[in-house]
C-alpha cells in the first residue's frame, strides 16, 4: 500500500517537475536545448503513463498504458542520445543510421501499441503483492526488439558521456558524472526490477531524476569552477599586482606579483596591516572605492628608493548589498616614472658632465629673472683657449675629463642659488647675483684648472667673461655672447684671462661686423686701394715699393690695415681682400711695363691665413700670367710667422714660388718666435727688418750688436737686407754703417697713393 501511493507520490513530483522545465527549456534561446525539450516532453507523458498502470485496476487499462508507456520511454531515450551527443559535443550520428533508429522505434511503437489488441509483446496479468492488486506485464520473446532497440540507444548514450567525461578536466566531472551515474543506476534498477519482481519500477524514479538532472546541467548549468579557474588565470596573468580580502578582513588572495611586491608568503597571507594603511587605517567594509597614488618601501630602513604605487580599491557587494570582500589592484608605476624621469634628466642636462644643457639653462635663467625681476645678476661664461688642442693631441678622452673637471669645479665652487650649465663644446656658463661675482675667485678657479693636465705638462688656459646683466629681456643666449666678447678681448694676449664685458666691446664687435660685412661689396665698389711706400737707396731713389692695402669709405675716410687685417684674419675673409691687393699691384706693374717702365718692383703682402685658403703657387703664376709681367717683379712678402706655422710646407711653397721667379722677402725678420737658426734651412732672397724692434730693447748696445749679426749673416747667406722703420738720419747712417742698401720708412716716404708715387719717383 504504502509503496504504491509514496511512488506515485513521487512520480508526481517528478511528472510536475518534468513537466514544468519542459516549459521553460522550450523558452529557452538555446535553440541547440529542443531535444532536451522534446524529451522532457516526452518523459513526462511516459511517467504520466506509469504512474496510470500502477495505479490501474483493469488490465485494459494497462495495456493501453503499458503501451504508451514503452512507445513514449522509446521517444525519450532516442532523444536523450541524440541530446547526449549534443551535449558532449560528439560527432553526430550519421543520417542513415538516424533513419533506421527512426523507423525500428516506429515499429516498436506500433507493435505496442498492436500489442493492446493482439498480446504478442506483453501480457497483462494480475498481481496480489503485500496485498495489493496490480497489473503487471509478463514479456513475451517478440518484446525483445523493444529491449534491443532501449538498450542499443541507452548503451550508446553511457559510452558518449563516459568517454567525455574521461577526456574532460576534472571541473567537467560535475557537469557529466552525475547524468552518467544516474543513467547507469537506471539501468541497472531497471534490471532489478525484472529480476526481483517488484510491485513497481524504481528506475523510471532514476529516469525522472536523469532527465531533471539533464535540466540543471545542460540548462541552469553554470561552471562556476570554470570561472573561478577563468578568474584564477587571468590574476595570475596580470601585470598588477591582485590581492583580495574578505569581510574578516583576512587577505585570502594575493597573486604572484603581490606577493613579490606586499613581501607575503604564499601560505600566509598576512598582509592586511598594509592593506589597512592604505584605507586609511580604516576596516575595509568603511572604505569606499578609490584609486591612489603612494610611495612604497618594502622595508623601511632599506636604502632603495621607494617603487610608485598606483592603488585602485574596490569592495565587492552582493546582490543584497552586502559586503563580501575587496580588491586591491596595485599598478606598480615605478619603472614608468623612472624613465619619464631618466628622458626628463637627459633632456635637461649634459650628458657628460651632468650639468644642465643650454635648453635648460636658458629656461631655469628666464624662470629666475621672472621670479626676482629686482635682483642684480652677472652671466659669467667659461672657455677653454686651447681646447681644440687638448683634443688634438691627447684624445678625446682626455678632453672629456677636462670638461668634467671644470664641470666639477664649477659645481663645488656654487652658492646653492647659483645657475650653471654647459653650453656647448668647452663652453659653460653661471648666472650668480652680482653681490657673489668676486674676479679674484675665479683667478683661484683658473689657477687651480690650469693645471688639469699637468701632468702632460699642458698648462690650460681657462678664459673668464663676464656680463652684468644691466637688461634682464635680452635673450639669455645673447647674455652669454656678450660675455664671450669680453673673452674675446683677452683671448692670446699674454696674462690675461679674465674679463668683463663693456657697451665699448660691443661697439669694437659691432665695427668688427660692419668689416666682415662690408669687404665684398668694399672691394666692388673699388673702396680697397693700395698705397706704395718707397724702397730706396741710401740716396732716396727708388725703383721698387711695397704695396699697403688702404680702404677709402665712402665718406673719404681712410681706414688704416691695423683697424680691419686682425679682423679680417681672424674671420678668414683675410684672402679675399689679399687677392684684391696682389691684382691692384699686378694692374699698376702692367700699366708701368706698358708704358715702357719695366725697371721697378711692387711688393705684396701675404698674411699667414693666406696659406690655409689659396693655393699659392697656382694662384701666383696665375696671375703673372694673366697680365703677362715677370714674376721678379711681384715681390712677396711673408712673415716668418707664416713660415714657422707649417715649416716643412711653407718651405716647399717658398721654394716653388721663387723656382717660378719670385723674388721672397721675409717680413718683420726677428719680431716673431722664428730662430736664427732658421736662415740656415730657408732659401728667400730679401730680409726684412724692422727698426722698431731696436728701440723695444733695454739694452740697445746688446740689440744693436744683434741687428749687426743678422745683416751680416743675411749678406753671408746670400740675401739682401731691407731696414723698414727707418725714422730718422740716424737710423739711416747706422744702418748704412752695418752694411745696408736698402731702406724703407717715413725718414724717406710715407706710403703714398700710386699716382704721387710715379710723379715722384718715376
Ligand atoms: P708691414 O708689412 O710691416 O708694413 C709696414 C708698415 O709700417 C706700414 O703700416 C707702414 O705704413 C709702416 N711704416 C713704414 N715706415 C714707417 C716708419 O718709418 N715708422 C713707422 N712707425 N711706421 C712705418 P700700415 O700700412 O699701417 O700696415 C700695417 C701692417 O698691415 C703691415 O705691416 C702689414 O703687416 C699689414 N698690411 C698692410 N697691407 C696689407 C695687405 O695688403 N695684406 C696683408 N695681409 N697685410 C697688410
Ligand atoms: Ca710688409
Ligand atoms: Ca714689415
Redesign the pocket.
Given at each position: 500500500m504504502l509503496d504504491r501511493y509514496i511512488f506515485i507520490l513521487l512520480l508526481t513530483v517528478f511528472i510536475v517537475l518534468t513537466a514544468v522545465f519542459c516549459v521553460k527549456s522550450g523558452q529557452s534561446k538555446n535553440h541547440k536545448l529542443w531535444r532536451a525539450h522534446v524529451m522532457l516532453g516526452a518523459t513526462s507523458v511516459a511517467l504520466l503513463a506509469n504512474a496510470v498502470v500502477v495505479m490501474s485496476q483493469f488490465p485494459t487499462l494497462s495495456y493501453v498504458f503499458y503501451a504508451v508507456y514503452y512507445a513514449t520511454f522509446d521517444v525519450a531515450v532516442f532523444f536523450f542520445l541524440r541530446f547526449c551527443t549534443e551535449f558532449t559535443g560528439t560527432r553526430k550520428i550519421h543520417p542513415t543510421r538516424l533513419l533506421v533508429l527512426k523507423i525500428l522505434i516506429i515499429i516498436d511503437s506500433i507493435l505496442c501499441f498492436a500489442n493492446i489488441f493482439v498480446h504478442f509483446y506483453f501480457t497483462i496479468s494480475q498481481h496480489f503483492i503485500n496485498g495489493e492488486n496490480y497489473y503487471k506485464p509478463t514479456f513475451l520473446a517478440p518484446y525483445y526488439f523493444h529491449v534491443a532497440i532501449s538498450t542499443f540507444m541507452i548503451l550508446s548514450s553511457v559510452a558518449i558521456l563516459i568517454i567525455k567525461l574521461f577526456n574532460s578536466a576534472h571541473i567537467y566531472w560535475d557537469k557529466y558524472g552525475p547524468i552518467l551515474i544516474l543513467v547507469i543506476l537506471m539501468t541497472a534498477l531497471n534490471m532489478c526490477h525484472g529480476s526481483f519482481g517488484w510491485a513497481t519500477d524504481k528506475s523510471v524514479l532514476i529516469y525522472a531524476l536523469v532527465v531533471l538532472g539533464i535540466y540543471r546541467n545542460a540548462i541552469i548549468y553554470s561552471p562556476d569552477e570554470l570561472v573561478h579557474s577563468a578568474m584564477m588565470t587571468f590574476a595570475s596573468g596580470l601585470n598588477d599586482a591582485l590581492a583580495v580580502v574578505d569581510c574578516d578582513e583576512n587577505c585570502i588572495y594575493a597573486n604572484e606579483l603581490a606577493r613579490t611586491l606586499l613581501g607575503l608568503q604564499k601560505g600566509d597571507l598576512d598582509g592586511t596591516d598594509l592593506l589597512h594603511n592604505w584605507c586609511g587605517g580604516k576596516k575595509c567594509i568603511d572604505t569606499p572605492d578609490f584609486v591612489k597614488y603612494v610611495d612604497f618601501k618594502l622595508d623601511e630602513k632599506s636604502e632603495d628608493k621607494p617603487r610608485h604605487l598606483k592603488i585602485y580599491y574596490r569592495r565587492m557587494i552582493d546582490t543584497h548589498g552586502r559586503f563580501e570582500g575587496s580588491t586591491f589592484q596595485i599598478r606598480d608605476l615605478t619603472d614608468e616614472i623612472n624613465h619619464i624621469e631618466q628622458d626628463k634628466y637627459r633632456a635637461t642636462h649634459d650628458s657628460l658632465t651632468g650639468l644642465y644643457n643650454r635648453d635648460w639653462f636658458t629656461i631655469l635663467c628666464e624662470n629666475e629673472f621672472k621670479k626676482n625681476p629686482y635682483n642684480d645678476y652677472v652671466m659669467v661664461c667659461l672657455d677653454i683657449g686651447n681646447f681644440k688642442f687638448v683634443n688634438d693631441l691627447f684624445g678625446p678622452q682626455v678632453g672629456d675629463q677636462v670638461l668634467n673637471s671644470i664641470g666639477e669645479e664649477i659645481v663645488k665652487r656654487a652658492y646653492p642659488e647659483d645657475i650653471y650649465g654647459r653650453m656647448e663644446n668647452d663652453h659653460f656658463a653661471i648666472l650668480m647675483h652680482r653681490d657673489r661675482f668676486e674676479i679674484s675667485q675665479f683667478e683661484e678657479t683658473e689657477e687651480k684648472m690650469s693645471g688639469v693636465l699637468e701632468d702632460l705638462n699642458f698648462p690650460l688656459t681657462i678664459y673668464v667673461g663676464a656680463y652684468h646683466v644691466t637688461d634682464k629681456t635680452i635673450p639669455i643666449s645673447v647674455m652669454c655672447d656678450r660675455a664671450h666678447m669680453a673673452i674675446d678681448t683677452v683671448k692670446g694676449k699674454a696674462g690675461k684671462t679674465i674679463a668683463v664685458y663693456t657697451e665699448d666691446i660691443r661697439a669694437s664687435r659691432l665695427k668688427r661686423q660692419d668689416i666682415i660685412s662690408g669687404l665684398d661689396a668694399a672691394i666692388e665698389n673699388g673702396e680697397i686701394k693700395?698705397?706704395l711706400?718707397a724702397q730706396t737707396d741710401y740716396e732716396g731713389k727708388s725703383h721698387g715699393a711695397?704695396?699697403?692695402?688702404?680702404w677709402g669709405r665712402e665718406d673719404g675716410s681712410m681706414v688704416?690695415?691695423?683697424e680691419f687685417?686682425p679682423v679680417l684674419?681672424d674671420s678668414g675673409a683675410?684672402a679675399k681682400?689679399?687677392m684684391r691687393?696682389w691684382e691692384l699691384a699686378c694692374i699698376e706693374l702692367k700699366k708701368w711695363q706698358d708704358a715702357g717702365i719695366d725697371d721697378y718692383y711692387i711688393s705684396?703682402?701675404?698674411?699667414p691665413k693666406?696659406f690655409y685658403y689659396i693655393d699659392l703657387y697656382k694662384h701666383f703664376t696665375g696671375l703673372v700670367k694673366k697680365y703677362g709681367i715677370p714674376a721678379k717683379k711681384l715681390r712677396l712678402?711673408i712673415?716668418e710667422t707664416a713660415i714657422m706655422m707649417n715649416l716643412n710646407r711653407q718651405l716647399e711653397v717658398i721654394s716653388s714660388l721663387r723656382n717660378a721667379g719670385f723674388i721672397m722677402e721675409i717680413?718683420?725678420f726677428g719680431s716673431g718666435y722664428s730662430s736664427l737658426n732658421m736662415l740656415k734651412d730657408i732659401r728667400v732672397d730679401v730680409l726684412?727688418i724692422?727698426?722698431?724692434f731696436l728701440g723695444k730693447s733695454d739694452d740697445d748696445i746688446r740689440s744693436r750688436d744683434i741687428l749687426e749679426y743678422i745683416v751680416g749673416l743675411a749678406r753671408t747667406l746670400d740675401m739682401d737686407v731691407i731696414v723698414?722703420?727707418?725714422?730718422t738720419k740716424e737710423h739711416l747712417e747706422m744702418m748704412k754703417s752695418m752694411g745696408c742698401e736698402t731702406y724703407?720708412?717715413?725718414?724717406f716716404s710715407?706710403?703714398i697713393p700710386v699716382d704721387m708715387y710715379e710723379e715722384q719717383y718715376m
Open positions: 693700395i698705397y711706400q711695397e704695396a699697403l692695402v688702404r688704416y690695415p691695423n687685417i684674419e683675410i681682400l689679399d691687393v705684396v703682402n701675404i698674411s693666406d712678402e712673415t717680413d718683420d726684412k724692422d727698426m722698431a723698414e722703420g727707418v725714422e724703407q720708412g717715413y725718414y710715407k706710403p
